[in-house]
């Protein structure tokens, strides 16, 4: 057994997967995933060359394996496509086939005059798609085509993933506010980049702050990616805060695979994610709510 997992896991709790990955590097151009990778992926991911090969749905899907995984949310991976809705295309079809992925959240330069159009384009190619993500939250939410864009979301019913660390979770919580009827689900927790105990602090308040926007919903993920040697102790309490900050019916948890592969096997992610809160005393209705229903509801699965 892991020296992470002496603990007793109960994995009867279905688990809805809310942020994972796909590519096959000969179909789109991944400049991220290229040899020998960009200096800041090595300088915040470490060595990746596991990840830089293709992780298409049959290798991918294995991974689920032993976690009672019921559904999955596939988030664009910045695949550089010269035309997103070619990946999105690409997913559908995995979709049918595999019956994964049930969810899709799609790339679309939603700071760019013209998004609605494409967004237009990627509902026509796929019914799974519930959300968009985009490189980083804008430096300048209230520029005219990035609030043109956010108004198609709500016209269309697609969330918007929230892409920011602390320094922009605030911008993010502005934004959320301006436009209530769109869905903004925080991926990755904030993702922090940084793990002493100030940053934690400036996080931990940024985190309270955006969760003060009701339409907020945060998604719990990505932690080895900065935190290479992370344990259950080492992530228990930014998975803790993230729920007392959110509630219980704003959470949910994804593991970001395969990139998180490089740290953790899948076993042990979802593991830790359990074992944080049973060990906090969360009834078995919340667990539910925190493994799959709030992802179900939140993505509409």
Not at 121 to 149: K, N, Q, W, Y
Not at 230 to 250: K, T
Request: aromatic share 12%.
């Amino acid at each position: 057994m892991s020296p992470r997992m002496n603990h007793d896991i109960d994995r009867s709790i279905p688990f809805i997967e809310a942020h994972h990955h796909l590519w096959e590097l000969d179909r789109f151009p991944y400049r991220w995933l290229a040899e020998p990778g960009t200096d800041e992926h090595n300088a915040t991911i470490g060595p990746y060359k596991m990840i830089r090969t293709d992780w298409g749905p049959g290798r991918f899907f294995r991974e689920f394996h032993g976690q009672n995984v019921i559904k999955s949310v596939h988030v664009e991976g910045d695949s550089g496509a010269p035309d997103p809705v070619d990946e999105t295309v690409w997913l559908d079809g995995i979709g049918h086939r595999y019956g994964m992925p049930n969810a899709l959240v799609v790339y679309c330069d939603l700071e760019q005059s013209g998004a609605e159009r494409q967004l237009t384009r990627h509902l026509e190619a796929s019914d799974r798609i519930r959300g968009v993500r985009i490189r980083s939250h804008p430096d300048d939410p209230t520029a005219p085509a990035f609030r043109a864009a956010y108004e198609a979301l709500a016209r269309m019913g697609l969330s918007y993933e929230l892409n920011a660390s602390p320094g922009k979770l605030l911008s993010g919580r502005d934004t959320a506010r301006a436009f209530p009827n769109v869905q903004m689900i925080l991926g990755h927790a904030g993702f922090p980049v940084r793990r002493d105990d100030e940053y934690f602090q400036l996080w931990r308040t940024e985190m309270s702050g955006l969760a003060k926007a009701n339409n907020v919903a945060c998604k719990i993920s990505g932690f080895g990616m900065v935190d290479h040697d992370w344990s259950i102790d080492s992530i228990r309490p930014w998975v803790l805060h993230c729920i007392e900050a959110f509630g219980v019916d704003r959470c949910m948890f994804g593991t970001n695979w395969p990139v998180d592969i490089l740290y953790a096997t899948y076993v042990e992610q979802v593991d830790a994610y359990r074992v944080i809160i049973a060990e906090a005393g969360f009834s078995r209705e919340e667990q539910e709510k925190l493994l799959y229903r709030n992802a179900e509801r939140f993505y509409r699965i």
